[in-house]
């Protein structure tokens, strides 16, 4: 039997190749995430830099059953420099998603950031299409607070998001 429990941990060197797949092939990464091409050595750089846990950005491995399934990832974002919070994302190699692996890993995300920042703000966005994050947010217990017009551009169109967020205080379930 297959121990298939979703854990986080930092980045390992060998998770590296599937992690530059997973955000350079548009096939790997999706139709809502492909943006287009990008710096290829810029993660190598930020692996070197840092081991992927920055100051303001960092990246953690969702691993399920032993094996690599993506990352979650958050960014410090701030209204005013006094008021930090979190923006928060995660990507999941194709055969992980509809499994529910990223809605636990969204999960220990929340409780890991609330247990190490002293941030009494998370958000998170995605596309209004992308129904299952939406779903996966709001079982992680963040609130959807409304849709941002025209914010992302994508295979040639603008696009409008659901931005959502959960606050320290909240109730999860």
Not at 50 to 60: F, M, N, P, T, V
Request: net charge neutral; charged share 25%; glycine share 10%.
């Amino acid at each position: 039997m297959s121990d298939d429990r979703v854990i986080l941990r930092p980045m390992s060197e060998a998770d590296l190749p599937v992690l530059e797949r997973l955000l350079s092939d548009p096939e790997a990464v999706g139709a809502l995430q492909w943006y287009g091409w990008s710096d290829p050595g810029r993660l190598r750089r930020k692996w070197a830099e840092d081991g992927l846990l920055g100051a303001d950005q960092s990246q953690l491995a969702v691993v399920s059953g032993g094996e690599f399934c993506g990352f979650v990832a958050w960014r410090r974002a701030a209204v005013v420099p006094s008021a930090p919070y979190w923006n928060v994302g995660i990507q999941l190699i194709p055969q992980a998603r509809g499994r529910g692996i990223g809605t636990q890993a969204q999960r220990l995300l929340v409780d890991y950031l609330f247990a190490h920042s002293p941030v009494v703000r998370l958000e998170a966005d995605t596309e209004t299409v992308n129904l299952a994050e939406q779903r996966a947010l709001e079982k992680c217990g963040f609130t959807r607070e409304g849709v941002q017009r025209s914010l992302v551009f994508r295979d040639g169109a603008w696009r409008d998001i659901v931005r959502y967020s959960l606050l320290r205080g909240d109730a999860r379930p």
